[in-house]
């Protein structure tokens, strides 16, 4: 019985190898490691895909975070809005940058920022909202970019797990002021390594934003600001280059294998499967369930060879390095609660049908045991 992994890089590899092998060889001809055309190309397109009028590739969608929060000024005594439930790194960037992040419980149905709840949690010292477009599903933009601009805030949109999905018909990271990237290699477009990048319209922006992630200089010993060392080098660049072309078959692929899987597991036992909001294209980063036997449930799928994954297992603000901020699970009473339940299938553009189904009848199979 061979396994089914969560996520197979191999088999994307394998689909576009001679392409990456020569765009690799390619940098390395040129010794292009670091700035160069390359990444200069990649900026260009990425930006152009996005309908942004700027791309700066950054070392990884962390440090696009912190650097997008640095660019707005955003620093000791600010708050910095965000979700309850998400990868670490859109709350530990807000810390990093000496501001407070300020959690937001999630919608029931969409797992992302519930926009209801976003005003009672505003004050004087709020500066920006940090929504995240979660699992592969856009944040309900419209009631967000609404009580934003109500409040002068500005908005980063967290857009690591979405690249290219859309809501309203519209790309996410095109509704805030910037909106920053991970090319982790497990994410929908991921690098051989790490990489991250940062949009935006705001030319002004731009150009800070490149001097913050470039030692705060443009040009050599131009220090103007204070800044870090994060750039997308130049081996990243060209691999992603290649991978642009095929992504948005990638993520037409990833939501026709969420929907087949919502299909067959509509009504099976207890679970509970994603639900697309109205306005959304959902391009299925992870493919996640709930369920009150999720213990059981991975337990029995893993004897089947089936890997599943948490994500996550602790929602943020009650990871160790927020509970100093004294959250309890009754102010966040959804994040609390599915932080327990939820469950995330295999889930990638190379899935087979086979495969989908082992998935589908080995859950079945659970429940009709149960
Ligand atoms: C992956 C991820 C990041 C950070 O990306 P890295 O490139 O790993 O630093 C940020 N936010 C979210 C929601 C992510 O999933």
């Given at each position: 019985?061979?396994?089914i ?11 576009i190898?001679d392409?990456?092998n020569?765009?690799i060889q ?8 670091v700035k160069g055309?390359?990444v200069k190309?990649f900026?260009e397109s990425?930006?152009?895909k ?14 696009a975070?912190y650097?997008a929060l640095r660019a ?12 309850a439930?998400s990868?670490?790194?859109t709350?530990?960037t807000i810390?990093?940058?000496g501001a ?8 029931p149905?969409?797992?992302t920022?519930?926009p209801s ?6 004050t004087e010292?709020?500066?920006?909202i ?5 699992y592969g599903q856009?944040?309900?933009m419209?009631p967000i ?7 002068g805030l500005?908005i980063i ?6 690249h290219?999905a859309e809501?309203?018909?519209q ?5 805030g002021d910037?909106a ?15 990489g ?7 030319d ?19 220090h103007?600001?204070?800044?870090v ?6 081996i990243q660049a060209a ?6 072309q095929?992504i948005?078959?990638?993520?037409r692929r990833r ?6 899987y919502?299909d067959?597991l509509?009504?099976?036992g207890?679970l509970v499967?994603?639900?697309?909001h109205?306005?959304a ?10 369920t009150e036997k999720?213990?059981?449930l991975?337990?029995v799928?893993s004897e089947?060879g089936?890997?599943?994954g948490?994500h996550?297992?602790v929602?943020?603000?009650f ?5 100093d ?7 966040l009473?959804?994040?609390f609660?599915?932080?327990d339940?939820?469950l ?7 899935l087979?049908?086979?495969?989908i189904?082992?998935v589908t009848s080995?859950?079945?199979l ?5």
């Amino acid at each position: 019985m061979t396994t089914i992994p969560l996520a197979d890089l191999k088999a994307q590899y394998a689909s576009i190898k001679d392409e990456v092998n020569s765009a690799i060889q390619s940098v390395i001809d040129e010794t292009a490691f670091v700035k160069g055309r390359f990444v200069k190309a990649f900026e260009e397109s990425f930006a152009e895909k996005n309908g942004a009028r700027h791309c700066i590739g950054v070392a990884n969608g962390t440090d696009a975070i912190y650097i997008a929060l640095r660019a707005f000024g955003i620093g000791r005594g600010d708050e910095v809005i965000t979700t309850a439930f998400s990868w670490i790194s859109t709350a530990e960037t807000i810390q990093q940058a000496g501001a407070t992040p300020v959690f937001v419980d999630i919608h029931p149905d969409y797992y992302t920022i519930d926009p209801s709840k976003i005003e009672e949690k505003i004050t004087e010292r709020t500066k920006a909202i940090i929504p995240v477009h979660l699992y592969g599903q856009p944040a309900d933009m419209k009631p967000i970019v609404a009580v934003a601009r109500a409040h002068g805030l500005k908005i980063i949109e967290d857009s690591a797990q979405a690249h290219f999905a859309e809501y309203n018909g519209q790309k996410v990271g095109t509704f805030g002021d910037a909106a920053t990237f991970s090319f982790y290699p497990g994410k929908n477009l991921g690098a051989y390594g790490d990489g991250g990048a940062v949009i935006t319209d705001d030319d002004g922006l731009a150009e800070t934003i490149r001097r913050i992630a470039n030692h705060g200089a443009l040009g050599k010993h131009d220090h103007e600001i204070g800044g870090v060392n994060s750039r997308l080098d130049g081996i990243q660049a060209a691999v992603l280059s290649v991978k642009l072309q095929y992504i948005d078959e990638w993520n037409r692929r990833r939501n026709e294998i969420g929907n087949r899987y919502n299909d067959a597991l509509a009504g099976v036992g207890d679970l509970v499967t994603p639900k697309i909001h109205p306005a959304a294209e959902h391009i299925f980063h992870v493919y996640t369930v709930r369920t009150e036997k999720r213990d059981a449930l991975k337990e029995v799928l893993s004897e089947e060879g089936i890997s599943t994954g948490i994500h996550y297992p602790v929602a943020l603000p009650f990871l160790p390095p927020f509970t100093d901020l004294g959250y309890t699970g009754e102010q966040l009473p959804v994040a609390f609660d599915y932080q327990d339940k939820i469950l995330s299938l295999p889930m990638y553009p190379e899935l087979t049908s086979t495969q989908i189904e082992r998935v589908t009848s080995a859950i079945a199979l659970f429940y009709e045991q149960e």
